[in-house]
């Protein structure tokens, strides 16, 4: 069965840095993979999608590659902020896209320090 | 953009006692409606999926007694914990997908912290 892995469970980096936080999927390739922000208590907040065929996508301070060969998507916060603080989870689709059910990685704890 | 709300936040109550979870797309209809648990330092774990109109489909190992879901109408979806015991305990969180197409994000609750005495 599908896996995923967000191999850092915490990083924590100086105001104004680049973060990078890294998921690795195991088995097969999704037609889609998304990033999520979750603050303590509170539901997950959608943040990117990237489908399998876009190397890249980005919004504003955030970046997300995708490379099915190393099946690995990389989520790059630039000029990161102490509010950028927070948990970011890897989820993708657990069927092969056939139903739209998500697994999700367990996140890796950002904190950014001023 | 899309908003959920979940109700109630929270919940204490004694062992044994049933607990209704609501879940409601403010603007938007869903179709479908996903029903997830965390625990403390875990990943969200899918419950069930919840279409309008028709039976949940639960996620192997998922009690479909234990966990009643319903999804009478096209903005609401409620979650029943049934006799409740102390290891259901967790953060409940539902979610909602726009009916634009399965590839859609997800748009979830702030969740139900629920707890068992």
């Known amino acids: 069965s599908q896996k995923i892995e967000q191999n850092s469970e915490a990083l924590n980096i100086q105001e104004g840095k680049t973060a990078t936080l890294t998921c690795n999927y195991t088995?097969?390739?999704?037609?889609?993979l998304q990033w999520y922000r979750q603050d303590p208590g509170r539901g997950p907040v959608f943040l990117l999608l990237i489908r399998e065929n876009e190397k890249e996508k980005r919004k504003e301070r955030l970046k997300v590659t995708f490379d099915t060969t190393l099946k690995q998507s990389l989520f790059h916060i630039t000029a990161s902020q102490p509010a950028d603080s927070a948990t970011y989870l890897c989820a993708l689709d657990a069927n092969g896209g056939s139903q739209g059910n998500l697994i999700f990685g367990k996140g890796t704890k950002l904190s950014v320090k001023p | 953009g899309a908003v959920v709300s979940q109700h109630p936040s929270w919940v204490i109550c004694k062992s044994g006692t049933s607990v209704k979870i609501e879940c409601r797309s403010l603007?938007?209809?869903?179709?479908?409606m996903f029903w997830y648990r965390q625990f403390p330092k875990q990943s969200l774990m899918l419950m069930a999926t919840s279409n309008e109109g028709s039976k949940a489909t639960y996620e192997q190992g998922v009690e479909k007694d234990k966990f009643l879901i319903n999804h009478a109408s096209l903005t609401l979806s409620t979650l029943t914990v049934t006799s409740a015991h102390p290891e259901d305990s967790s953060f409940y969180i539902c979610?909602?997908?726009?009916?634009?197409?399965?590839?859609?994000?997800?748009?979830f609750g702030d969740g139900t912290r629920l707890s068992i005495l």
């Open positions: 088995n097969y390739s999704p037609a889609y």
């Open positions: 979610s909602a997908r726009a009916p634009t197409g399965i590839n859609q994000p997800q748009h």
């Open positions: 603007d938007f209809q869903a179709t479908t």
